[in-house]
């Protein structure tokens, strides 16, 4: 079998096309012509994929009552309070700096219910970004177990998971995050991009590598059960 986490990024080094960033001049117009209403209306047509964000990155010892609507209403709030200092500096598109901000207060969350738990989660992924305390990992195999085992199965779903987990951590933590970016949150390749801090053309190669080894992944799981 072929370990396509071990191909070196030679799309990453040759790649000469920077990752994008920056807002749009145009959105940016717009923001500071009637801001509430264009941030309102931003954050309406990607409220689902806002959703996908928080229901896949929510720790499973606080699902049963954290409700994702209350999560995002809170992000709402705070990116109003905060759109004075993003056309300050206008550092990454409107999306990915919702998305930002959505994910902080996740991230809040998470703190207000765990409180020292925290920091005993186990391994914790951030990329440049706010540390959810359920790895990618464990995020991207319950979603799968899910997927594939009836909602009755419960224990066998649990442990279909923890199997899945532990072999998905064989990917690179970059694999494992533009796999969740891109199937679970809904993502472009181009908006996966801005969030990883590579190429479009990167982020392009590195979903079809990490796509093939999630392939090998599952493969050698059926085979060996």
């Known amino acids: 079998m072929t370990d396509t986490n071990s191909i070196p990024d030679s799309d990453e080094s040759a790649a000469d096309d920077a990752p994008p960033s920056g807002a749009d001049p145009e959105v940016l117009q717009r923001l500071r012509d009637d801001g509430e209403q264009v941030l309102a209306d931003t954050f309406a047509a990607n ?17 049963a009552r954290v409700d994702a609507d209350d999560v995002l209403q809170e992000a709402y709030v705070a990116a109003t309070k905060r759109l004075p200092h993003y056309l300050k500096q206008p550092d990454f598109s409107l999306f990915v700096w919702l998305r930002l901000i959505v994910s902080q207060t996740l991230i809040d969350v998470h ?57 998905i951590e064989q990917m690179s933590e970059l694999d494992q995050e533009t796999i969740a970016l891109r199937h679970f949150e809904g993502l472009t390749n181009t908006e996966a991009a801005e969030v990883l801090g590579i190429s479009v053309t990167a982020a392009s190669n590195r979903y079809v590598r990490a796509l093939s080894r999630l392939r090998e992944i599952l493969e050698q799981i059926e085979s060996d059960s």
């Open 47 to 63: 409220r689902e994929r806002f959703w996908y964000l928080v229901t896949f990155r929510l720790d499973r010892r606080i699902a």
């Open 111 to 167: 703190r207000r219910h765990l409180g020292a738990e925290m920091r005993s989660a186990g391994r914790e992924i951030s990329l440049g970004g706010p540390k959810f305390p359920e790895s990618t990992s464990v995020s991207l195999a319950g979603q799968i177990a899910l997927s594939q085992t009836s909602p009755s199965g419960a224990a066998m779903r649990d442990e279909a998971a923890a199997s899945l987990a532990t072999a």
